[in-house]
Every structure is written in C-alpha cells, then in structure tokens.
C-alpha cells in the first residue's frame, strides 16, 4: 500500500503509458464526464458519480470490421447484378482471410466498482463458448485500477443489485482518495510491480452510500409479464439512449457494407443496436416481434434480470442508473420492478 499525491497519480498513467497501454480513464468534456484515451491534454477527473460512456464502448466499440470478403457482384446500367449460388452454381463468394485481431492493451485507470463488474458481465458473455475474437483480443492484458466510491447519486443502486464491490480478479489496483492524496493498493503482480511493491495485499473495500436501495422482484419472466409499464413510458421517446449508455448492452447487427463503384469488395461490419428500436426484432417477411414500446421495454428487463440470472448467474445490471441518469424523460423502471426500502 503507498500513500500518493496526484502527481505521482499521474506518474502511474505515464507508467503504464511507457509499458504499452493505451490509458483510458474519466475526464470532464463538454459538461459531462466520459471515459476517453488519456493523453496529453485530457485531465483525468477523480471526483465525479458517473460517465456518460463505459468500459464495453472500448472493449466492444460501437462499429468495427469484421473481416472482408470478395463478391462477385457487377454494376450494370440497370443496377448491382448479382450472381446468386442456388441459380448459376457454387456460391460466387469468396472470404478473403483478412481477419485482422485487434492491437494494443487496455488500462482502465479510476473507474468505479460497478464499471468492473460490468466488465464481469461482458466476459460472461463474449468469453463463453465460442469466445468472440474480437473481444478476447482487447480483454486479454487488460489493466484495472479501481476507484473505490464514497458515495451514490440518486441514480446509483449497485447495491441493490450486488455490484457494490469488486469481484475477484477483477483489479490490479486499488485507488482510495483521502486527504489531498490517494491511497493506492496493488491487488495484483502487475499492480504490483507499478507501485515497485511486494507482493499482493487484501483490502476492506469502501462500499458506497446510496441515497436509494431497492428490493426487486424480477426472478423470472412471469413477474416481469404481469406488470404493466404504460404509465412509466407514457414520456418514452423511443430514443435508445438507455441502451447505449448502459454499460452491459452488447446486442448488435451485422451489416454487409460496399461501394457502389466497386461492389466486389465488401467489408462485414458489426455495429451496435438497441433492443429499443422496433428494427431490433423485426424479419424477413414483415413480422416484427416486439412491436410495441411496451413490449420492448419488458424485453429489456428481462434480459437484464432473469435472463441474464438464468444464462451467467449474475445480474445483467450494475445498479449504474446510466439509463436512468442520461434518459431524456428520467424514465425510472426501478420501482416497476419492485420497492424501494431505503
Ligand atoms: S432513454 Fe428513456 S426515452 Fe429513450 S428509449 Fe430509453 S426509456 Fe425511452
Ligand atoms: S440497466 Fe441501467 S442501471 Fe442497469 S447497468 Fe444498464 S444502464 Fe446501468
């Protein structure tokens, strides 16, 4: 454990710096805190409640290239001709192994105990069987340094959700403010070895106070089914931010994107969609499943609760409040999914 001031704070960003990482860590832009790359000119902010953005934003980015692959598509004067396989043979397709994994390792520097656990989340899903390349490729070699939390917004109930701490493995750093300084201890060899320490110490984490606690009943699905949000979304806009904000959301689609003027090469793309856009569940053939906001809204419930519960053990929510904090109307589902008792 050392006591440090702030410069030497930063000195530990500069550290990791030299070793490879690209530091990520919050930082005030334009009003509102985010995580962002610390470079330079970024500032890093120790004291603030939440961002806007979260670890999966660097983790699982919002868009990125799969691989690429060849057509045989043509571009005539009456438009794209393309050859299809069942008509005039094998399938004129070709993958072109152009997988290219992603570079660089990730040091996450002051995030907060429910931002780590929405890293645990994450891992449960891309890292299970099949792994996702991508993901794996950015999560192995990534570097934590927690920012223990004093104390909740009126948004915040991770401990509600039991995301108050950090789970196991989870840190290489554990970072407290007191006084003017920061109370720094390594959780892990290479926490260690950025602070010239020995060995790897046990901590009484801080467990934040929340101005808010609730109790859910959100077991299954049938609980979630008899109640009726019509009156909490009355304001619903249907604008998504509640899933893009949301630290855990990691639903996507997978696009198949080229230019018109050379319709042959063609890049496969993964970009983020939200299961708040009647899009997300929509088929061929016109049907759409979840067709009302309502219904969305359930759906999304269920996911982060008894789903997730059923699927990986967990809780697919942190308690962050991001959707609710960073919602254009402050829809609140907190008490459609049970009471609040503190
Ligand atoms: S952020 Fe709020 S208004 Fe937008 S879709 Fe979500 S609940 Fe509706
Ligand atoms: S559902 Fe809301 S409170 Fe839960 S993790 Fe997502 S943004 Fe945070």
Same mark, same amino acid.
């Given at each position: ?14 550290? +990791? ?11 005030? $832009?334009?009003? *509102?805190?985010? +995580? ?8 890093? $902010? ?5 961002? @806007? ?21 043509? *571009? ?46 994450? /891992? ?41 701490? *950090? ?37 009484? $984490? ?26 909490? @979304?009355? /304001? ?16 996507? /689609? ?5 230019? @018109?003027? /050379? ?23 016109? *049907? ?6 309502? $219904? ?47």
């Amino acid at each position: 454990m050392a006591k440090l001031s702030w410069h030497e704070i930063l000195g530990l960003i500069t550290e +990791l710096q030299k070793r490879g990482f690209d530091v990520v860590g919050p930082s005030s $832009e334009g009003g *509102v805190v985010k +995580l962002l790359p610390l470079e330079e000119n970024t500032k890093l $902010e120790t004291n603030y409640v939440r961002t @806007l953005n979260s670890p999966k934003d660097f983790l699982l980015p919002n868009k990125e290239r799969l691989f690429r692959y060849k057509s045989t598509a043509t *571009v005539t004067s009456y438009g794209l001709k393309i050859r299809f396989p069942t008509v005039e043979g094998p399938c004129p397709i070709t993958i072109v192994p152009e997988y290219s994994p992603p570079r660089g390792r990730i040091a996450f520097f002051g995030i907060h105990p429910c931002m780590v656990n929405s890293i645990r989340y994450l /891992d449960k899903v891309m890292l299970s069987d099949p792994a996702d390349p991508y993901y794996k490729a950015r999560r192995e070699g990534l570097f934590i340094a927690v920012l223990e939390c004093d104390e909740g917004d009126e948004y915040c109930f991770c401990k509600s959700v039991g995301c108050e701490k *950090v789970p196991n493995g989870y840190a290489d750093l554990s970072i407290k403010k007191e006084g003017d300084g920061f109370v720094v201890t390594p959780r892990s060899p290479t926490g260690s070895s950025l602070l010239m320490e020995e060995g790897v110490e046990q901590i009484e $984490e801080t467990i934040p106070k929340m101005k808010e606690e609730y109790l859910f009943d959100a077991k299954d699905e049938k609980s979630i089914d008899l109640k009726d949000p019509a009156n909490l @979304l009355e /304001d619903c806009t249907i604008c998504s931010s509640c899933t893009v904000v949301c630290p855990t959301c990691y639903c996507s /689609d997978i696009q198949d994107r080229f230019s @018109l003027m /050379d319709p042959s090469n063609v890049e496969r793309i993964r970009t983020r969609m939200s299961c708040q856009r009647k899009s997300y569940s929509s088929i061929a053939g016109g *049907v759409t499943f979840l067709r009302t906001k309502n $219904e969305r809204f359930k759906w999304r419930m269920k996911h982060k609760f008894p789903f997730s519960e059923r699927m990986y053990g967990i809780s697919g929510c942190v308690g962050c409040g991001n959707c609710i904090a960073f919602c254009p109307s402050r829809i609140d589902f907190r008490t459609f999914l049970g009471r609040r008792v503190a």
